[in-house]
Structure formats: structure tokens, C-alpha cells
């Protein structure tokens, strides 16, 4: 009865605030009867509220989400915070700890705990903030006995394999398999990538050794160098986790895994390519927290934001987002849709393949065995009664066709074109087979992108720049602004740089554009007419940036071409 009071008072609470409707509410307590999640979680499953609201608006309520600990990898930074005896007296496991925020998430038998919570805010200062999760009893136990049993770092576990000293009478024979120190191993690495914010992680045999890089902030670095040896059992791991095919190593393979790391669930794209040393596997680290961002959040300039909301506002055409791969295409596209999503409108997705599920969108992964490409898929989505519709790539003239055709009945579509820049994009339209009269009045605009790295703030140098820089900065030789540049500290592992920025160009069409375009006008003709319309080029938006100081000008340079404003 307790219990269904709760539930009740959960519910008027959420109806009454307008955040679920009470049919959303009848339908989460009949799903939760089948799954016993508490019901603020089985909202959140049903698409029907955020984590986020349910934190704040229930939190005195349910007391925290609960969470499944077999799917947890063990956080050695946040089991250092607290020690075993502590742990095991008050029921509680720290799983993930934020240094940045000071954040440390623990799971917990008792919410209600108050005396251990006080304890142990104490003992690590009142400036960490706990976080508190609901976990089972004898999962607690299990895992308790697994967390602090073993070494986690990646040394302790690689001394462990070569040494093979492991007491095996201690080891829970339900959990043997998950204790294997080829699986902690694996766990390891992707926890470590994770916390330092890599977007990739590349497996990679050699003919004696393992190499595994990180991409972080668009750069590849190699972290690790492992015995051959290693390699067998890691791939096989790394396959059973994203359901691929373990008997099959000579042909590339796709999959897909989900786990919870630093105490949010964290997908993997993962893809295995045959070499001549063995299979190369790469994953892609597909953390939706940092991918999708308001877009008020994403650096753009105040001038850049109300000219992408202007032509988020338009009702039909082609908005076309190019650049290179790994420039953020991605992450700016779903920042866009989620900026659009709402129950009033029908967003449907076209992609290869889904990286994010976002709740209310309808997306699809194109698919080649069942024939369905992206032009087949646009033509069964115009079925689908969408408002918006983004088609993930334009590759072909079929698929051009059948996005501006999409376009000219009254949707909106958005999509991705590989160009150099936003001018680039008719000449590349024109080349794949799209005639001018089919672009002029269909396309609303485009947005050209980099990424470029930002300073780190802790360590970053000031310096008079040289002549060639000053003039391409378009700075009198005589009067030099002063520049920054990266040195590298503890915070930002010694590169000078930390997290990374979208350098961007916007092209919003209008009627005099328009025409231009539809009589086939030179390309410097359509560039003279944009920038007397406040066209800023990538090499304009570059050149702020650095002497505003968040970047340097090797960066940009890195990423932008600079010559072009000697």
C-alpha cells in the first residue's frame, strides 16, 4: 500500500506540473507491473519524461534512480575514495568519479542512509558531491566482492595474465566469467578512454605487438603497447560484448555494445577490418551527454546562432551541413532536431547507421541487404506523413534527387554534403547532377565546419606574433595583437590543449541568391553577393577565434585553410 502511494503521489505530482499526461502515467504502472522497475526509471524508459527531470523534480520521492550493476565497469579512481571496510558496513559501492565537477556516484541498498552519507561527505570534504543510486542487496554483495577483490588498474591486471597468479578457490563461480582478467582488462581500457574524453579507440596488431590509440580531440595518441599474446583474447571480448560473430575473422564485421561508464550508460560503435597482423577492431564512443548539446551551448558566436535559428525557422528546403569527416556534422545535426523536437512534429531519420536514439524521432538505419538505401528509404519516409526528415548523406544524384523532391512538397529536410565550403556545395550539387533551376528557392542555407582544439585555460602562453602572422591576421606589422599558444600542464595531459570548438560558415539563401544560383552565375560571382549580405568565411571565423584568445593560430591553421587572406 506504501508503495502505491507513492506511485500516486509520483504521478499527481508529475501531472500536475504538466510534465506527463495521465494516460502516460496509467501506461508506465501497467509496464512497470512486467518490469518492476521503480516508476520514475520506467518514464524515463518509456520516453516519456528526461533523467534529468526525474532527478529534480522526484528526487524526494524515489530517493535516486536504481541501476544494474553487471553492466558497471569498475572505476578504480572512485574506489580509492572510499575505503572496503567503510563500504562493506554501510551497503554502499562508489562506481564512477567525476574529478572535474567533484562528483562521486555511489550505489546503495539504503537511501535513506543519512549517518554513512554524512560520514563520508566528511571524510572527502564538503566540496564532493555524492550521487546516490538504488542497487539490490545481494548484487551490492556480488560486486562489492568483485570491485575491491582485485587489481583494476591496467598494470596490476597485465601482471596478473603474465603471472597467472590468481586465487581461483575465491572466485564466485556464477561470476567466473566476468572476473577473467582479460575481461577486466577490457573494461579497463574502455573506462580509461572514457574519462579522458577519447571519441575512439583503435585495437591495432602489429606483427610482434598491440598498439591501442585514442582519438581525443581530433588527434590520434598512442596509449598502450601490449604483447601480441594479449590480442586473441581482447578481440574475442571486444566481439562477445557488440554481438559479433567470434568464429569469423576474415571478414569485416559491424556491431554494437552499451555499458555504464563513469556512472551514465555510454554506446559503442564498434567495427573489425581483416590485416595482414591479425583484425584491426576500432570503436566509436558514442556518449550522447557530450554529443548532444543545446545548441546555445556549442560556442557559436551570438551573430552565427540567430542566422541558424533563422533557418531552422523556415518550413521547407534543404538545410546542407558540409565538412569533413569527424568535423561534428553529426553532433551539429542532432543538436539542430533536438532544438526542433517536439510532440507537434513527425521527425524521421535516415542514417548510416543511427549513432544516438532520441525519443519522439522516428530513425532509421539504411540497410543494403533488405535494399533499402537512402533514396528507397526517403521515398517509404514521404509515406510516413514527416514535418522534418534528415537524410544522413547526399551521395548520389538519386539521393540528391529525392531529398530536394522531398523539399519542394513542403518539408524540411536536413542533410550532409562532403565540400570544402558552404559555396562549395553547388558546384558539388551540379557535378552529382542536380540542375540550377532545381537548387534556386529549395535550398535555405548552409553551414560549413571544423573543429578546432581550444587552449588549455590553465597553461596557455601569451606571445607577440611574427610579421606572416600579424598580416594574415590582417594586423599592421607595426601594431601586433598578442596571441596564445599551448605549453601543456597535469590538467590537460601535457598537449597545451583541452576540449574542442566548431569553427563554422553560414550561407542563408535568399530571392537575389536565388537567382544567381538559377542562372548558373560564377562562383565568385555568388561569393561578392554573400559577403555584401554578412557572409563570414571559415578562415574569418578562425581568425576571431584565435584573437579572442580560445585557440591558437597553428590550430586553426591546422584546420583551415589561412593563405588565402595573404
Known sequence: MVERRKKLRMGESLVAQGLITLDQLRIAI???????????????????????????????????????LSMVVADPEALALVPEDFARKQRLLPIAYNAERQVLTIATTDMFNVVALDQLKAALGQQVEINTLLAGEAQLIEYTDLFYGFDL????????????????????????????PVVRLVGALLADAVKRRASDIHFEPEHAFLRIRYRIDGVLEQVRSLHKTY?????????????????????????????????RPIDFRVSSQPGIHGENIVL?????EKSILPLETMGFADAALQELQLMMARPEGILIITGPTGSGKTTTLYSMLSHLNSEEVNIMTLEDPVEYPVTLMRQTSVNETVKLDFANGIRSIMRQDPDIILVGEVRDKETAEMAFRAAMTGHQVFTTLHTNSALGVFPRLLDIGIQPGIMAGNIIGVVAQRLARLLCPHCKQAYTPEETEARILGWEAADRPTLYRPKGCPACDGKGYRGRTALIELLRMDADLDEMVARGAALHEIRAAALARGYRPL??????????????????????DLTSRV
Do not use: C
Request: charged share 25%; net charge negative.
Open 30 to 68: 501497467k509496464e512497470q507491473k512486467a518490469t518492476g522497475l521503480p516508476i520514475g526509471r520506467q518514464l524515463v524508459a518509456l520516453g516519456f519524461i528526461t533523467e534529468a527531470v526525474v532527478r529534480d523534480q522526484l528526487a524526494h520521492v524515489l530517493g535516486s534512480q536504481s541501476i544494474d
Open 153 to 180: 588498474s591496467l598494470d596490476g591486471i597485465l601482471r596478473e595474465i603474465e603471472t597467472g597468479e590468481v586465487d581461483y578457490q575465491s572466485l564466485n563461480p556464477e561470476t567466473d566469467e566476468y572476473t577473467q
Open 231 to 263: 590480442w586473441p583474447g581482447v578481440a574475442v571480448r571486444l566481439k562477445v560484448l557488440s554481438g559479433m560473430n567470434i568464429a569469423e575473422t576474415r571478414a569485416p564485421q559491424d556491431g554494437r555494445m552499451s555499458l555504464t561508464l563513469s556512472g
Open 284 to 288: 566509436r564512443i558514442l556518449d550522447r
Open 539 to 560: 578562415a574569418d571565423d578562425g581568425v576571431a577565434r584565435v584573437l579572442g584568445g580560445s585557440t591558437s593560430f597553428a590550430e586553426v591553421a591546422r584546420v583551415v
